[in-house]
C-alpha cells in the first residue's frame, strides 16, 4: 500500500513488529529515567529535552490515534499546534486495544510478558472469559498480570505517585494491573480531570509523576464514528483538557500526552457474524478477542478444519493463522508458558475495513458500534506523543 505524503505509512496498511520508532511501553521507563529512578532507562531520549524536570504529568487520552489527529485538528487548535511542533508517533502494541495497551504503558513491557493479551481473553482451563475492562478480583490481578508497574518502581525511589480516573475504575482488576503503586483520585469529565493532575502535580515535594486518563473520545467515536457530531464535540473537550494542563503546568514540570490506540469506521458491508454462520462455529469451543482480532479456543484436533473454513469464509478480508504463527511474528514479545493459553488455538487478525461480529453471544451493543480497533493497521497500532515543558 502506497505511503502518505512525508513518508508515513497508509491507514490501512499492516505494520510488523520490527515498524520503526518507539513503543507506547517505553513511556513511563523514560519518564522515570528523567526523574532519576535508579535503574530506569530512557529508550525514548526525553532526558535532554527534559532536562531539570521534576514532576511529570502523562494523560492517555482513549482512541486518539495518530491518524485522528488532522482529523480532530479544526476542532482542537491546542493539540493541532502541539502536533505540528512537538509530536511523534509510537506504536502501541498488539492487539491495539485499551486493556493491552494500558498495562503495556503501565508496565513498561509488552504484551507477552504482562499477559493481559487482548480485551477479552479466556482463563486457562475454563470455558470463562474474562473481560478485562469489567473485571473486579477474579482472576487476582497480582497472579494474572505479575510484573510490577512503572508506578511501583517510582513509588519504591521515592517518588510521589498518583492516578486520576474515573471514580468507578478505582481498584478494579485493570487498575490494579496496571497502575499499582499510585495513589488514585477519581475524576468525571475534562475538566475534572486536569484538576486532579494539576492539583497532584503541585502537592509532591520532591519527583512527582501523576497518570491520567480521558475515555470519551473513544467512547463517541465507538458510538458514532471517527469525526460524527459527537466525536467532534469531544475532540473539542480533549483539547480544552490539554490545554488546562499545559498553561497550568509549573516551571519543573513537563506533560506527555499519549493514546491507547486509533480507531477505524466499520461499514456494515464488511461485517461478517460468527454467530449466524454454522461455518464459523464448527469446531469451535470459545472465542474471545474482539471484533477486529478473534481469538477461537478450538475442540481437540479441530485446528486445521477451523483454520480452513474461516479462510474460505473471510477470504482476503482477514488473515487465519495458528497460535504459534502470531507467537512466532514477534508482536506479544516473549510469551511464557502459563500465558500462551489466553491466546486463541487459532488468530484471525482482520484487514483493511473488516470485522467480525458475535450478534448473540457478546453484549448487544458491541455489533452495533461505528468504530472498532484491535487489529494491525497503521490507523489503529500508531498513537502520538507530545513532550511539553513548563
Known sequence: MTAEPGGRPAPLEILGPDHGGGRLAEVLPSALAVLGVPGSTDPLGLRPALAGVRRIAVLLVDGLGWYQLPTAAPYAP?????????????????????????????????????????????????????????????????????????????????????????????????????????????????????????????AGTGPTLVSGYHADLD?????????????????????????????????????????????????????????????????????????????LHVEPGAVDDVRAAWSEVLGAAARVRTRDEVVATGWFGPVPEEHLGRIGDVVVICNDTYAVMASRTERPMASKLVAYHGSDTAAELTVPLLVVRG
Open 219 to 295: 467512547r463517541h467515536g465507538h458510538l458514532s464514528g471517527v469525526d460524527s457530531a459527537l466525536w467532534r464535540v469531544a475532540a473539542t473537550e480533549v483539547d480544552a483538557l490539554v490545554a488546562r494542563l499545559v498553561d497550568g503546568l509549573p516551571p519543573d514540570a513537563a506533560l506527555l500526552v499519549t493514546a491507547d490506540h486509533g480507531q477505524l469506521d466499520i461499514p456494515a458491508a464488511h461485517r461478517f457474524d460468527l454467530d449466524i454462520d454454522p461455518r464459523l462455529r464448527a469446531g469451535v469451543r470459545l472465542v474471545a478477542g474482539e471484533a477486529r482480532v478473534r481469538y
Open 78 to 202: 491546542t493539540l493541532a499546534g502541539l502536533a505540528a511542533t512537538v509530536a511523534r508517533p509510537l506504536i502501541a502494541g498488539f492487539p491495539s486495544t485499551t486493556p493491552t495497551s494500558l498495562v503495556s504503558l503501565g508496565t513498561g513491557v509488552a504484551p507477552g510478558a504482562h499477559g493481559v493479551l487482548g480485551f477479552t481473553v479466556r482463563v486457562p482451563g475454563t470455558d470463562r472469559v474474562l473481560t478485562h475492562t469489567d473485571w473486579a478480583a477474579d482472576p487476582s490481578p497480582l497472579r494474572w498480570q505479575p510484573v510490577p508497574t512503572q508506578l511501583e518502581r517510582a513509588r519504591a525511589a521515592g517518588v510521589t505517585t498518583t492516578v486520576v480516573s474515573r471514580p468507578e475504575f478505582g481498584g478494579t482488576g485493570l487498575t490494579v494491573a496496571a497502575n499499582r503503586g499510585g495513589d488514585f483520585r477519581g475524576a468525571v469529565g475534562g475538566d475534572a480531570v486536569a484538576t486532579a493532575m494539576l492539583a497532584a502535580l503541585a
